[in-house]
Each structure stands twice: as C-alpha cells, then as structure tokens.
C-alpha cells in the first residue's frame, strides 16, 4: 500500500517538479518498488490524457495585422525583437488538475477496496456467527435430548430396583412357605407313621376273632362307630351357597374338608380350620388350605393336639400361613 508521503512525491515526480536529490531518491525507490513503478505509470496515464482533452484556443484573427503594423512602425534604427509569450499556465494548471483528480480516483478506488473488504470480513463475521449459533442451538438440542434419556434411563433403572425387590420378596415368602409346607409335611409323615405303628400293636394286642367279647347287648362294636360327619354352612353374605363337609375319624385323629362354592383365598390370606373341644378353651388349629377359582377344595388334615369329642367346625380367614388363635372372621361353622 503508498502512503500519502509517497502519493504526494510521485505525483510531483510526474510534473517533474522535484529537486534533483528528491528525484535520484524517488527513482532508487521506484526501481525497486513494482507497486510504486504501476502508481507513477497511471498517474502519467491520467496526466496526458487530461492534457489533450483540453480544448485548443485558435490564434486570434488580428494578431498578425497588429504585428506587421508594428515591425512597419518602428524605427530602422532600433530593432527590438520581442519574443512570444509562451501560453503554459493553463496547461500547468490542466496537469495540476489532472494529478488532483488521479490522486483523488487513486484514493477513491483504495477506500473503495477496503470498505469491499470490510464488508467481506463483516459478511464473514456474520457467516461465522450464524454457523456458532447454529452448532450451539444444536448442542442444546442434543443435550436436552441426553438429558431426557438420562432421566428415562433413571426412571427405568428404579423401576428394575424395584421389580428386583420385589421378585427377591417374592422369592424369600415363597422359600419360606416351602420349608413350612416341608415342615408340615415331615411332621404328619412322622405322626402317620407313629399311628400306625401304634395301631399295628393294638391289633396284636386283641385277642383272634372268635375270643373276642361282644358288647352288652349281644351285638359286635361297629367300626365306623369313631367317624363323625359335620356340616358347615356359610356365614358370608356375599357367599350365601358356600358349603363344606367335614368328615372326622376320631380313632385316626384324622379328617377331611369337602368344600364347595367358596370364594378363592387371596395370595395374602389362607383359609384356616379349628376344631371346637370342651377339653380346651380356645378352638384347636386343624391347619390351613387354600380354594382355587373353581371354589371347590379337598383338605386332609390332622390336628397337632388330641381330640377327644369334637362339638363343632369352623373355617376362619386369617393372613398367609395362619395363626396360633383365631383372628380373622368366620366364614363357615357347623356341628
């Protein structure tokens, strides 16, 4: 880029108007400055070309009339010859015009430059701008929607917590109710057993069957005579046909529940059985069953305590696995 100082020279370098040194100076630094030789060169261009624009004043028609009547006036004598002024002040000041209006242009068109420059950069900038807050609304976007995920995930991951916790609920009730049930089943195995041996000695006790006495009466004992049958109705208002037998062998201490039209038990809640005895205060536990969708179950039991004469049966709804003393409501009882 030429500074204004160096602007200023190479327009006096054009009208030859700089001392000798300034001119040595300026053409050592125009031989080695492109830039600087291309500047010199149009305002040169610009020079001539406004030079012979200018128009061309013709000689006025009297001039050579006055000069003749002149030479004819003087005196042989005395012959002054007076030379023609040369008519340069309007070509200098055309030049000076000239120089003006190139350095003018020449400064016009570089102002123009960097004003298209500055808009490029501006439009750049605003390129740039566009393009950041563009990326920027799109990260925003991402990470709202990572964010969404992130708490899908959470919600997610709690919900397994919780199934987790649940299942292993599950599971321990679950293992908990087999060793019980596995308990039970181990504890009648062993009092089946312990009756039955019991009753095999009995029967080697008794004498063959033709000592045996008959009761008074002349009549052999009945067999069934122990076995007593109960019925037991429903005490349920939403369940007014619910029926159940109980049919007990009080020489087996043992019986069996038939029951019918019951309402299914809920996985909470066991249907429980008590035998009434006037040997005892409270009902005896006989166990708990369960009644599936269809309402009809059969139910063998044997009751941890001796019963001697039953008065009655009842069936109680108490919570999972039962319990020592009736708590729930009765929903059946009969004799």
């Known amino acids: ?18 001392e000798p040194e300034e001119t040595r100076a300026f053409e050592a630094q125009l031989a080695t400055d492109d830039e600087l030789r291309e500047h010199v060169r149009s305002l040169a261009d610009v020079a001539g070309s406004l030079a012979h624009a200018a128009p061309s004043r013709p000689l006025p028609s009297h001039l050579e009339s006055r000069i003749m009547h002149e030479i004819r006036a003087q005196k042989p004598e005395r012959t002054v010859i007076t030379p023609l002024r040369t008519n340069w002040i309007p070509w200098a000041v055309a030049a000076c015009l000239a120089i003006a209006c190139a350095v003018a242009f020449s400064q016009r068109q570089r102002l123009t430059d960097r004003l298209a420059a500055a808009h490029q950069e501006a439009a750049a900038a605003r390129d740039a701008t566009v393009a950041a807050e563009s990326r920027a609304t799109a990260a925003q976007t991402q990470l709202a929607a990572l964010a969404k995920d992130k708490d899908l995930a959470e919600q997610q991951l709690v919900e397994l917590q919780q199934r987790e916790a649940d299942a292993r609920t599950q599971m321990a009730t ?23 041996r019991v009753a095999r000695q009995e029967r080697q006790r008794q004498p063959p069957a033709e000592q045996r006495q008959t009761p008074a009466g002349g009549e052999e004992r009945d067999e069934f005579s122990s076995v007593q049958v109960a019925t037991l109705t429903s005490k349920m208002s939403k369940a007014p046909n619910a029926t159940a037998a109980v049919v007990w062998d009080a020489a087996r201490q043992r019986g069996v529940l038939n029951g019918s039209n019951m309402p299914p038990n809920t996985d909470d809640r066991d249907y429980q059985l008590w035998i009434v005895d006037s040997r005892f205060a409270d009902p005896v536990d006989a ?25 009655a049966f009842a069936v109680s709804v108490e919570r999972r696995g039962g319990v020592a003393k009736a708590e729930g409501p009765i929903v059946l009882a009969g004799k």
């Open 1 to 18: 880029m030429i500074h204004e100082q160096l602007d200023e020279q190479a327009s006096l370098y054009v009208l030859d108007a700089l």
């Open 287 to 311: 166990g708990v069953f369960h009644v599936e969708k269809k309402g009809s179950t059969r139910y063998v039991f044997a009751p941890k305590i001796r019963i001697e004469s039953p008065s």
């Open 174 to 196: 679950l293992a908990a109710a087999r060793d019980e049930a596995l308990d039970k089943v181990a504890r009648t195995e062993a009092r089946e057993q312990q009756e039955e």
